[in-house]
């Protein structure tokens, strides 16, 4: 993508690391509009076409039910493969996890109650032998966006698929997406970040704003054609470098002319 050559080189590089067994997270970070969707779009596109199975799951500003992400992961991945060889007592937490499966596996009988870190053990435990049962057909990348709005039930989880991925040398790429600005609060979040860091599991790649010249290169490719040096000074002084406004005004002085 445009501008952006290095940092896909680096996201394909996590890939192949995942693939070959060594499970990773890749955290992209920036400001809304800098190109983290654009930047795991092209990486799907990567992991598409060499065969691997993606799974993908977004959390939302106004608060959503524990684990309501990985609902959508848990239902793709039963979509895609069905329920393959895995246990009655993890397909019943998968269930409960995403209960639009019920009318798919009814006679599913529940798990008997625990207490409640037994049974959120056994919640990361159900989830983690799906991705391995997953991951023994193709290697699997997980992608968690805007996770700056994640519950803490999510992130739990995401920290348990991590280390225990990491630990069973587990063909698994967690991407995870966020601006940095709204990490402030979540504290759950900052811990999950650094603790990545210190295990040294996760390359993080920031996104920053397009310098001049990579703003000029996204305004040849937008307007097909060289853009005049002027119109390249005046687009970078409005958009402060930021990919989304760059294209907003691009539009405009195309729709000008």
């Known amino acids: 993508i445009v501008g952006r050559r290095r940092e896909v080189a ?31 779009r092209e990486l799907i596109s990567q992991v598409t076409v060499t065969g691997g ?8 500003s106004g608060g959503s039910a524990p684990y309501a992400p990985l609902a959508q992961m848990i239902e793709q991945a039963i979509e895609r493969s069905g329920k393959g060889g895995l246990p009655a007592r993890a397909l019943a937490d998968l269930i409960r996890l995403a209960p639009s499966l019920q009318p798919r596996f009814p006679d ?6 625990l207490d409640p870190q037994a049974d959120q053990h056994r919640l990361c435990d159900s989830v983690f032998l799906l991705m391995s049962w ?7 990348t997980l992608v ?12 739990s989880l995401l920290r348990y698929l991590t280390s225990r991925g990491h630990a069973c040398n587990l063909a698994l790429l967690s991407v995870l997406t966020y601006r940095e600005a709204d990490t402030g609060g979540a504290s759950i979040l900052e811990d999950l970040l650094q603790e990545l860091d210190r295990a040294d599991l996760a390359t993080h790649i920031s996104l920053a704003r397009f310098n001049k010249e990579q703003t000029a290169e996204l305004l040849a490719v937008i ?12 687009v970078d002084q409005e958009t402060d ?11 405009a002085l195309i729709e000008q002319s």
């Open 241 to 251: 470098g930021n990919p989304f406004f760059i294209e907003e005004v691009s539009k």
């Open 108 to 113: 599913v009988p529940p798990n008997s109650p």
């Open 53 to 60: 199975i993606v799974l993908t799951c977004e959390c939302h």
């Open 134 to 140: 997953l991951a023994q057909q193709a290697p699997v």
């Open 10 to 40: 680096q996201a394909r590089a996590e890939w192949r690391k995942a693939a070959a067994g060594d499970s990773r997270v890749l955290l992209i970070s920036g400001e809304p509009g800098i190109g983290k969707t654009r930047l795991v």
């Open 223 to 234: 307007l097909q054609r060289e853009p005049f040096p002027k119109v390249v000074d005046v």
């Open 144 to 155: 968690v966006e805007d996770i700056h709005w994640a519950d803490s039930g999510t992130l």
